[in-house]
């Protein structure tokens, strides 16, 4: 599944209903306890505080997403969620390298608060391939699968 990167932010979600459709989709799919509170309301907040979501598109549409909280030295990362009917094809792995890909490019790195990564998906990363550093109150993220580069 040739999937590739799609940043949205304030602009992008302004100027196109098919956007708007799909990112409200992808996190009216999420658990309850990954958004307690309507999707709408969630990327409103989100995109109105200046920041922005990478998503992950296919066939000209928006498959999964995770919410940027951007500053001057790293983006945190949250609320990653893939539509249920795409899930377990491979589009979360590939955002997620596809993030990590555009942070290097941007000379910033990549982080999640503790509160936000469940051990659930410490584990589901830790499979993937990737290494997390637990840095106090927030882990980095090192998104070069294990063994790349040797």
């Known amino acids: 599944m040739p999937v590739t990167l799609q940043r949205v932010d304030q602009a ?8 708007r459709t799909d990112l ?3 996190y009216a799919d999420a658990p309850l306890e990954r958004l307690p509170r309507p999707p709408e309301a969630f990327v409103d907040d989100h ?7 990478c998503c992950a598109r296919f ?4 498959l999964g997403a995770v919410a940027v909280s951007p500053d001057a030295e ?19 792995s590939r ?8 942070a290097h490019d941007e000379g910033v790195r990549l982080r999640v608060t503790t509160a936000q ?13 990737y290494r997390l550093t637990h840095a106090g109150d927030y882990f980095e993220l090192d998104l070069t699968p ?5």
Do not use: P
């Open 59 to 62: 066939n000209d549409r928006l």
């Open 117 to 129: 990564l469940t051990m659930a998906d410490q584990v589901m990363l830790g499979r993937m391939g």
């Open 47 to 53: 995109l109105s505080a200046h920041r922005f979501f």
């Open 12 to 19: 992008a979600w302004d100027a196109d209903a098919q956007i």
């Open 24 to 26: 409200v989709r992808i």
């Open 74 to 92: 790293a983006w945190w990362l949250s609320h990653l969620c893939v539509r249920k009917t795409t899930r377990r094809r491979g589009v979360g």
């Open 146 to 150: 294990k063994g790349a580069g040797q």
């Open 95 to 102: 955002l997620l390298a596809l993030i990590g890909e555009a």
